[in-house]
T-cell receptor
Framework: LAKTTQPISMDSYEGQEVNITCSHNNIATNDYITWYQQFPSQGPRFIIQGYKTKVTNEVASLFIPADRKSSTLSLPRVSLSDTAVYYCLVGAPISGNTPLVFGKGTRLSVIA | KAGVTQTPRYLIKTRGQQVTLSCSPISGHRSVSWYQQTPGQGLQFLFEYFSETQRNKGNFPGRFSGRQFSNSRSEMNVSTLELGDSALYLC?????????????????FGEGSRLTVL
């Protein structure tokens, strides 16, 4: 399983763009990169998934460089409600035979 | 469409007892995964079931077991409870690896069962 490394915590002011970077040096060819968001006392929620280059949806953008050894989750103009733990996962949920493993995540605190 | 339902939401047990937690996946989902979440260890994978078969198992002692029924509902059991088993137990369902070619493998989590062992 590809191991991921991400910052333990980050602080940001409301309205700012937040970028959370995840390192995954031993990512495999068929691995995808997926990000989840978790609020206190709730289960994680899928945010975005990508394989290479850039993916954007209504919530976030995911930037993946050509070597795919890292990825950056970008949250535009964060609000207080974006305060949560963000998990970066690497795996092959579609064709692989191994489960998605969550790390410790990045605790994002948005300040007014 | 109903989400993932976990029961009970809260329960208190004493050391040495056993507990059974239930998870009803989203209709049509055939894969169910279980995770244990504690403040110190984060979100740890317990096991994963697909079509009534355990596909993967995390690094937990044999006291932790699970099963999946033909309707995809799943249960997990913890026997001989220890204080350290106090945690939020999360269940997640997904379509399953080979159901759809464009399946992202997205996990849909329930709200969890919070177990306190005294």
């Amino acid at each position: 399983l590809a191991k991921t490394t991400q910052p333990i915590s980050m602080d940001s002011y409301e309205g700012q763009e937040v970028n959370i970077t995840c390192s995954h040096n031993n990512i495999a060819t068929n691995d995808y990169i997926t990000w989840y968001q978790q609020f206190p006392s709730q289960g994680p929620r899928f945010i975005i998934q990508g394989y290479k280059t850039k993916v954007t949806n209504e919530v976030a953008s995911l930037f993946i460089p050509a070597d795919r050894k890292s990825s950056t989750l970008s949250l535009p103009r964060v609000s207080l409600s974006d305060t949560a733990v963000y998990y970066c996962l690497v795996g092959a949920p579609i064709s692989g035979n191994t489960p998605l493993v969550f790390g410790k995540g990045t605790r994002l605190s948005v300040i007014a | 469409k109903a989400g993932v339902t976990q029961t009970p939401r809260y329960l208190i047990k004493t050391r040495g007892q056993q507990v059974t937690l239930s998870c009803s996946p989203i209709s049509g989902h055939r894969s169910v995964s279980w995770y244990q979440q504690t403040p110190g260890q984060g979100l740890q994978f317990l096991f994963e079931y697909f079509s009534e078969t355990q596909r993967n198992k995390g690094n937990f002692p044999g006291r932790f077991s699970g099963r999946q029924f033909s309707n995809s509902r799943s249960e997990m059991n913890v026997s001989t409870l220890e204080l350290g088993d106090s945690a939020l137990y999360l269940c997640a369902s997904s379509l399953g690896w080979r159901d759809l070619p464009l399946n992202t493998g997205e996990l849909f989590f329930g709200e969890g069962s919070r177990l306190t062992v005294l």
